[in-house]
Each structure stands twice: as C-alpha cells, then as structure tokens.
C-alpha cells in the first residue's frame, strides 16, 4: 500500500503527497533476469520522467486499449494475458528488478510485442506521466494486504489513489482488482463503491474474468480452501 511522506505541506492534496506503494525488496538477479535487461530493456523499458508519455507512440500504434497494470512481481500473468489480448496494449509498472528482468525474458521468449515496462512508483507515473482520460483498463492483481491493523495506512487502495486512478481513466473504462485475503477483499470493496465515478460490473465480487490467468499461488491456495476475491468497477 501506501506510505505519507508527513515532510510535504499539508494542505496539499493528499494523493500528490509522497506516497509510496511498496517496500523495496531488490533480490538477487538472474543470469536469464540480467541478460534480458540488458538486451530487452532498450525495444521495451521506458524510463521515468516527470514529463507526459505518449502512449500511442510508446506502442507505435493508436488503435489498441491501453491498460495500466500495477505491481507485476514476476511477470507471468501479464505476459500471459498480453498473449491472449493482442489488440490490447500493457504498460506495466514495477519496482522490483528481479521481476522487471523476469517479465523482460518471458517477452523474449514469447515474442511478446505489447507491453512496455516502467521501473518506478507507480503513483508517481500516474501523477507524472499519464494524461487524463488515457487509460482503457487498470490491473492491479495480488496487492500486498498490509493484514495487520496498525499497516493498513500502507495499503495501495485509498480513496484518495482510487480517485487518481479515475482520473486517468476514459469514460467507460475499468478498474480490476483482485486478492486472496477476504478482508482486504472487503477494504477494496469498500474503497471502489464509496467513489462515485466508479460503478460495480457485480453485486460485490465479480467472476474471475477469462483474460486473468490462474498463478501457481493460486491454484495451489484454492486447492487448499483458500479463497480469491475479483473486483471489477467501470469508471462512469
């Protein structure tokens, strides 16, 4: 989730505050994880700047969806479902090495040509980066629940980032959030309906859509009992 830096003024909205959606945790590379930032990162990275991106000509066309995918860990699900929606166009936000080196490979290894990687906070590039009503779709899968009470000011869903998020979404366009932590599942609900630009596509829970492919963590849980929770929200 997310973190206030308490040093910026206070009367600044609270989402332009310092707000950070993770902890850094770098890891150890690969020689498979190195080889592929070396050799992929210049077709497929994009580097951070404070400045708007083009999306169209990031992906050198514009008549693809664009959707945000926020926190990839290792990558598999986005390379995935990049295969399985090749009219849509990924930009894929991460801050950890090992998985931007991780999804870099599997691009190679897929001849996957519609995702572009940016190795930064991911409320940043939204604030920075991003023009209003540019984006088709948000994916934010798996975020880190934060499940203890005195952490859960850490959580990456707030109103106040729920609300940036809509601003960057076009008309019609849907936010997908999915985890496998029930209470979170219910903060997240929670969170989406209080934001009168969002509608629900459920009643609460949505079925897991077909585009979302199932990770190892999850087949392995749901064999063992263990729930996972989709949300799924249009922007109006």
């Not at 206070?10 to 505050?17: F, M, N, S, W």
């Not at 109103?159 to 959030?177: D, N, P, Q, R």
């Not at 459920?202 to 087949?219: G, W």
Request: proline share 5%.
């Amino acid at each position: 989730m997310s973190e206030l830096d308490q040093t910026l003024p206070i009367d600044e909205a609270p989402y332009q505050r310092r707000i950070r959606s993770f902890v850094l945790r770098q890891g150890r590379l690969t020689k498979g994880q190195e080889r592929a930032l070396q050799t992929a990162w210049p077709q497929f990275g994009i580097e951070y700047a404070a400045q708007p991106l083009d999306l169209n000509q990031a992906f050198a066309r514009s008549e693809s969806k664009k959707i945000l995918e926020i926190g990839f860990g290792m990558g598999d699900a986005t390379a995935k479902i990049a295969q399985t929606l090749p009219d849509y166009d990924f930009l894929a936000v991460e801050v950890h090495t090992p998985g931007v080196g991780s999804l870099l490979k599997l691009m190679q290894e897929g001849d996957i040509q519609n995702i572009r990687i940016i190795q930064h906070d991911a409320v940043e590039v939204l604030q920075q980066m991003l023009a209003d009503g540019s984006l088709d779709g948000v994916h934010i899968f798996f975020p880190d629940p934060w499940h203890k009470k005195r952490h859960h000011k850490r959580r990456l869903i707030q109103a106040e980032f729920v609300k940036l998020l809509c601003s960057k979404l076009k008309a019609g366009a849907y936010i997908h959030v999915a985890t496998d932590w029930q209470e979170y599942a219910e903060w997240v609900l929670e969170v989406l309906r209080a934001e009168p630009q969002l509608q629900n596509t459920a009643a609460d829970y949505a079925e897991k859509p077909a585009y979302r492919p199932l990770t190892k963590f999850e087949n392995r849980g749901l064999k063992l009992g263990h729930g996972v929770w989709d949300l799924v929200f249009r922007r109006v």
